[in-house]
């Protein structure tokens, strides 16, 4: 666990900020059996599309996204959340600034 933010009460949408024409990311907890990372994305940035060997839960906290999993697309906003499964592939696009917090567990 990053030892900065460990035992304390944080507003997770204040632990990342936007920044223009960037994605931006925050790793919270990084361990062998899993890690949670906050992520800030300005309009229009995007993560292509890629696979990954574990399921990983996908919460958005302020703005609106497109989430693509095995070619179809799911439209999120504030408050929703997905589970993008294991293997398949999935793209991440911001519609408007948007932020999430991405946890995948390897275990």
């Known amino acids: 666990m990053a030892n900065e933010l460990?035992?304390?009460v944080w507003h997770v949408i204040d632990l990342v900020n936007y920044?223009?024409?960037?994605?931006?990311?925050?790793?919270?907890?990084?361990?062998?059996?899993?890690?949670?990372?906050?992520?800030?994305?300005?309009?229009?940035q995007e993560l292509s599309e890629h696979t990954?060997?574990?399921?990983?839960?996908v919460e958005v906290f302020?703005?609106?996204t497109e989430i693509t999993i095995s070619s179809q697309p799911f439209h999120l906003?504030?408050?929703d959340m997905i589970i993008m499964?294991?293997?398949?592939?999935?793209?991440?696009?911001?519609?408007?600034?948007?932020?999430?917090?991405?946890?995948?567990?390897?275990?």
């Open 6 to 8: 460990a035992a304390q």
């Open 19 to 44: 920044q223009d024409g960037s994605v931006v990311s925050r790793t919270l907890i990084n361990q062998k059996t899993g890690t949670v990372t906050l992520f800030a994305f300005d309009a229009g």
């Open 52 to 57: 990954a060997p574990y399921d990983a839960l």
């Open 62 to 64: 302020d703005g609106e």
């Open 77 to 79: 906003r504030a408050g």
């Open 85 to 107: 499964p294991a293997n398949q592939p999935h793209a991440v696009k911001a519609l408007v600034k948007f932020k999430m917090m991405l946890t995948m567990i390897r275990s």
